[in-house]
């Protein structure tokens, strides 16, 4: 049975950072891509970052969130800087198929519905 756990999650103050985990067990994690989504009250689940099983990255929080892997831990981390209010959702991890070709990994790793396998997802609130 394949589980992932995300932790990391919390309050923070405008400006501070977090670093989110996610560990994956009942799955050869070094050959899955890895995903992070989050999902703002009100609002449909968004795309935050992929990571290939070679470590290819597609992002779309520029310049403030990384995504990385270790794969000897069987987990993927998000480490987010500068929180904004906005950014405010619940975080959650996903587990998908690996790709042949990094085309491939970034034209699929965007969407949710490529992805097999979901954590049940950390709180984020940044606010003073």
């Known amino acids: 049975q394949v589980q992932l756990v995300e932790s990391g999650g919390g309050l923070v103050q405008p400006g501070g950072s977090l670093r989110l985990s996610c560990a994956v067990s009942?799955?050869?994690?070094?050959?899955?891509?890895m995903g992070w989504f989050r999902q703002a009250p009100g609002k449909e689940r968004t795309f935050i970052s992929a990571i290939s099983r070679s470590g290819g990255t597609v992002d779309s929080v520029k310049g403030r969130f990384t995504i990385s892997r270790d794969n000897a831990k069987n987990t993927v981390f998000l480490q987010m800087n500068n929180l904004k209010p906005e950014d405010t959702a619940v975080y959650y991890c996903?587990?998908?198929?690996?790709?042949?070709?990094?085309?491939?990994?970034?034209?699929?790793?965007?969407?949710?519905?490529?992805?097999?396998?979901w954590g049940q997802g950390t709180q984020v609130t940044v606010s003073s």
């Open positions: 996903a587990a998908g198929p690996s790709y042949y070709t990094y085309a491939e990994f970034l034209s699929r790793s965007r969407s949710g519905r490529n992805y097999d396998y």
């Open positions: 009942g799955r050869t994690f070094s050959t899955t891509t």
